[in-house]
C-alpha cells in the first residue's frame, strides 16, 4: 500500500505548539518540503516557502495555508549558486521584519535537495558539483547565514537519507553528500548548544515524491515495501510529522541527532 501526502493546514494537529514562531524550510514546493510547511503552519508558525522555480506550486501551497487560517510567504532563490543565498537573506530580512518587526529565525529546515541516480563509473565531476553543492553546501551556507537571525532555543532540522546507513550504489553521490550533511549536523550541534539552539537530522526511507517517481510502478513499489517492516512506503507527512516535533518544545531534549523515519527500511 502506497502513502499520499494529504497533509492540509489545520488538518494534522490539535494545538498551536508553534505560535508566534518563525520558520523557514527549503525547498518547499513540493514532497517532504510541501509537507512539512504545511504541518509548522498548522501549528501556529509563519512559514517562509523557499523554491527555486516552482511559482505555481508554491502560490498553491501559501493559498492552502491561508485557507486554513495559517500564515506564510514564498521566496525564491536559485541554491544552485551560492551567492544567491546572500539574495534569499536580504529578502528574508525584509518581508520578516515588515510582519513581525524582526528578521529573527525560530526553525530553520535544510530540505532542499537533489539525487539522480548514477553508478560511480557513470557520475560526472559537473553532477557531483551539483549533487554536493545542493545536498551539502547550500545547507551548510544556509545555516551560515541564518546564524545571527537564530533566537535562543531555535531549531534547526536538516533532511538526510537512510542511504547513509543502507548501500545505495545507484545513490553514491547523494550518499556521500548527505553524510556530509549528518557530520555537520553533529559538529553544529555542540557549536550552538550554548545558545540552546538544537541541530538534529532526519533520515526519510522510501517516500511517494518525485524524486522516487519509480513507485508510480505497483510491481517496483511492491519490492520495495517488502523491505519495510512497516508494511507500506512512506509518505510526506510521515516525514512532516517527526520534523514538526523536533521544531516544537517536545524536542527540546534532542540535538546532535539523526532520527530514521523509514517504518523500518531495510533494518
Not at 43 to 48: C, K, P, T
Not at 163 to 175: D, G, I, Q
Request: proline fraction near 3%; include cysteine; hydrophobic fraction near 45%.
Amino acid at each position: 500500500m502506497m502513502g499520499g501526502d494529504t497533509t492540509k493546514c489545520g488538518e494534522t494537529t490539535k494545538s498551536a505548539r508553534l505560535s508566534g514562531k518563525t520558520a523557514l524550510v527549503t525547498g518547499a514546493s513540493r514532497g517532504i518540503g510541501r509537507a512539512t510547511v504545511l504541518r509548522l503552519a498548522a501549528e501556529g508558525a509563519l512559514v517562509v516557502v523557499h523554491h527555486r522555480s516552482s511559482p505555481k506550486e508554491v502560490d498553491e501551497v501559501v493559498k492552502a495555508i491561508a485557507e486554513g487560517g495559517g500564515a506564510a510567504f514564498a521566496i525564491a532563490a536559485d541554491l544552485r549558486l551560492s551567492s544567491n543565498i546572500d539574495a534569499l537573506f536580504a529578502e528574508l530580512d525584509e518581508m520578516l521584519t515588515l510582519r513581525t518587526g524582526s528578521n529573527g529565525l525560530d526553525i530553520l529546515v535544510n530540505n532542499a535537495g537533489i539525487g539522480p541516480r548514477a553508478l560511480i563509473e557513470d557520475v560526472t565531476e559537473d553532477e557531483l558539483d551539483a549533487i554536493l553543492q545542493i545536498n551539502l553546501k547550500a545547507p551548510f551556507c544556509v545555516i551560515q547565514r541564518a546564524s545571527s537571525r537564530l533566537r535562543r532555543g531555535g531549531r534547526i532540522i536538516n533532511v538526510s537519507s537512510m542511504a547513509t546507513r543502507s548501500a545505495f550504489p545507484e545513490l553514491v553521490a547523494y550518499a556521500a553528500a548527505k553524510a556530509g550533511l549528518e557530520s555537520l549536523t553533529l559538529s553544529l550541534a555542540q557549536h550552538f548548544g550554548p545558545r540552546g539552539i538544537t541541530v538534529n537530522a532526519v533520515r526519510p526511507g522510501a517516500t511517494t515524491t518525485e524524486m522516487n517517481p519509480a513507485f508510480a510502478d505497483p510491481t517496483a513499489a511492491q519490492r520495495v515495501t517488502a523491505t519495510i517492516a512497516l508494511g507500506r512506503i512512506g509518505a510526506p507527512a510521515d516525514i512532516a510529522s517527526i520534523i514538526a516535533f523536533l521544531a516544537s518544545d517536545d524536542g527540546r531534549w534532542i540535538t546532535g541527532e539523526c532520527i530514521d523515519v523509514s517504518g523500518g527500511q531495510r533494518l
